[in-house]
């Protein structure tokens, strides 16, 4: 499974339909804190270790969180995909 199948499926995962978790990854790819993954995203996530795709997904969240209050702030994944503060 490549790095991008396995951000999609988390995005899946974590309540965001098939459609809404491919534009998602799209703007991810464009977005600078995620330059370094530009030529990895379809790369085996097996090559890499775990902390690469930790990092990768932390990022890819607060994407996600960003898109979903622009796009649909009603949407019933923000409350899976937003950290808790106490």
Request: net charge negative; hydrophobic share 45%.
């Amino acid at each position: 499974m490549t790095i991008q199948e396995t951000i999609h499926k988390m995005l899946c995962n974590h309540g965001i339909w098939d459609n809404e978790a491919a534009a998602i990854i799209e703007q991810a790819k464009a977005d600078k804190t995620l330059e370094a993954m530009q030529n990895r995203w379809n790369d085996d996530a097996k090559g890499y270790p775990k902390s690469v795709l930790v990092i990768t997904w932390i990022a890819v969240k607060r994407i996600a969180v960003e898109w979903l209050q622009e796009h649909k702030p009603k949407h019933f994944a923000l409350f899976m995909l937003q950290d808790e503060t106490v």
